[in-house]
C-alpha cells in the first residue's frame, strides 16, 4: 500500500520535467555537503590557511575554481560552506513554520475575539516592516556569527506562516468536522493538530520548500554585510564580499559564490514547484 502511493506520487512528481532538475539539484547539493569535508580537494584550506606561493590563481587543473588572495582553494571554501548554508534555512525554518501556524491556527480558530486582535495584531507589526531591514538591524544588535543570524532571519520569519495559516483556520472554523469535534470534548490541541493540520500541510509544504532558496539568500546578504558567519570560516555571503573589492581581475572569487547562490535558490525554486503541482493534482 504504501509503495503504491509512493510510486503514485513519484509518476505525478516526475510529470513536470522541469521540477525534476530541482530534485536533482536539492540533491545533489545536500549530498555534497555531507560529503564536504571527504570530497574538498584542500580541506585544511576552510580555516586560516595562508599560502602567498599560490595566491591568486585563476581556475587551472590543480585548483579547478582558483584560489582566494592567500591562496586558498575556492573549491574546497565552497563545498564547506555549503554545511552552515543549508543549515541556516532547515534551522530558521523548523523554528519559523511551527511558531507562525501555531500563532496562527489560534488566531484563525479565535475569529473576531480579543485573542484574535492581539496575536494578529502582533503579526501585522512584524510585517509592516521590510524583512532584510528587521533581519539587519536584529543582527546588527547580536554579536555577528551564524547561530545569530539565524535567530535574526527566524524571527522575521514566523508572521508569514502566521498568515498564512490564519486564512487557513479562518476558513475552515465554521466547518461540520471542527463544530462535531468541539460538541465532543476536544481540546484545543487536538483541533489544532488533528483538525487544522492536515488541511494546512499542502500549502505549509509548498512555501517551505520555496523559502528555502529566500531564507539562503537572506543569509547570504547578512554574511555579506558582516553580520553573519566570520572569516577565516567560509560562507557564501562573505566570500562574495571579500571578491568584490578584487574585482574584474580576481573574477573568480566573486562569480562562483554567487554562481552556487543562484544554482541553489534555483534547486528549491524548481522543487517547490514540483511539490506544489503534486498537491494540486492529489486535491483535485
Not at 573549491?75 to 507562525?100: F, W
Not at 468541539?182 to 509544504?205: D, M, R, V, W, Y
Not at 559564490?257 to 534547486?267: K, M, N
Request: glycine share 8%.
Amino acid at each position: 500500500m504504501l509503495m503504491e502511493l509512493v510510486k503514485r506520487c513519484w509518476y505525478r512528481y516526475s510529470s513536470n520535467k522541469v521540477s525534476l532538475i530541482g530534485l536533482f539539484i536539492v540533491v545533489s547539493v545536500i549530498i555534497l555537503a555531507l560529503l564536504a569535508p571527504w570530497i574538498s580537494p584542500f580541506p585544511e584550506h576552510v580555516g586560516a590557511v595562508i599560502d602567498f606561493a599560490n595566491s591568486s590563481q585563476p581556475p587551472n587543473s590543480t585548483y579547478l575554481l582558483g584560489t582566494d588572495t592567500v591562496g586558498r582553494d575556492v573549491l574546497s571554501r565552497l563545498l564547506m560552506c555549503l554545511r552552515s548554508t543549508l543549515l541556516m534555512g532547515i534551522v530558521v525554518l523548523s523554528i519559523a513554520v511551527p511558531v507562525g501556524f501555531i500563532i496562527g491556527v489560534i488566531a484563525g480558530y479565535f475569529k473576531d475575539s480579543l485573542v484574535d486582535s492581539i496575536l494578529m495584531r502582533i503579526t501585522d507589526i512584524f510585517l509592516s516592516v521590510p524583512p532584510l531591514v528587521l533581519a539587519l538591524a536584529i543582527a546588527s544588535v547580536l554579536e555577528p556569527n551564524l547561530k545569530n543570524s539565524m535567530i535574526a532571519i527566524t524571527v522575521m520569519w514566523w508572521p508569514w506562516y502566521a498568515r498564512l495559516a490564519y486564512g487557513i483556520a479562518s476558513s475552515l472554523r465554521t466547518e461540520n468536522y471542527i463544530i462535531y469535534a468541539e460538541l465532543t470534548g476536544a481540546g484545543l490541541g487536538h483541533i489544532i493538530f488533528k483538525e487544522f493540520l492536515p488541511n494546512c500541510i499542502s500549502p505549509i509544504l509548498t512555501k517551505m520548500t520555496l523559502d528555502m532558496g529566500y531564507v539562503i539568500i537572506m543569509g547570504a546578504t547578512l554574511s555579506f554585510a558582516g553580520l553573519g558567519e566570520q572569516p577565516p570560516a567560509p560562507a557564501l555571503g562573505n566570500m562574495i564580499s571579500e571578491g568584490v573589492k578584487y574585482l574584474p581581475d580576481l573574477w573568480w572569487l566573486t562569480i562562483f559564490p554567487a554562481l552556487t547562490i543562484i544554482l541553489i535558490v534555483l534547486g528549491f525554486n524548481l522543487f517547490g514547484d514540483g511539490i506544489s503541482n503534486l498537491f494540486n493534482v492529489e486535491e483535485g
